[in-house]
């Protein structure tokens, strides 16, 4: 850490840090800390323990998101209470990002909202151009589903239709 990063987190002088260097710290760990980081790391396992770290961090950190949203509702803070929540959702996004795709079960991804869909949905009724009847059959059949999919996640978000 820095004089000045010591001198602000222990409210401690900047001469008393230099004196303290000067008579406590031994020559080989001034050495050390002169010379930098050690270079012979081994950087898998060095990503392994920070990020088990990390993830202990970060559920510490959320229970205490969640005791302050429990104090925000009990004093009727609204704006205190959104500030949190929109903490605790950064958390539990990194959270996620952090240990990957926790999905258990089927992912259900709707095809409807894919630029590829939209694509193959006009060049579909383009091609039935040539027979009005079937064009017609097909576009109803293709709202009907479409309409169903929106219904569906408006309704249920997360649920895994059936």
Not at 1 to 7: E, G, K, N, R
Not at 65 to 82: K, P
Not at 96 to 113: E, Y
């Amino acid at each position: 850490m820095s004089v000045t990063a010591l001198h602000r987190r222990y409210k401690v002088s900047t001469d008393a840090i230099y004196r303290h260097q000067r008579a406590h710290l031994p020559p080989q760990l001034r050495a050390k800390l002169l010379a930098g980081p050690d270079t012979a790391i081994d950087i898998d396992r060095l990503k392994e323990t920070e990020s088990q770290s990390l993830l202990a961090n970060l559920i510490a950190l959320r229970h205490r998101l969640f005791a302050s949203m429990d104090v925000a509702e009990e004093a009727g803070d609204s704006s205190m209470a959104a500030r949190v929540a929109g903490q605790i959702h950064k958390n539990l996004e990194l959270t996620g990002r952090l240990l990957g795709d926790l999905a258990t079960g089927t992912t259900i991804t709707n095809v409807t909202v894919l630029p590829q869909y939209v694509h193959l949905r006009v060049e579909l009724v383009r091609a039935l151009a040539p027979f009005p009847e079937a064009r017609q059959a097909v576009a109803a059949v293709l709202h009907t589903v479409e309409h169903d999919a929106a219904e569906t996640m408006v309704r249920q978000p997360f649920a895994v239709p059936a």
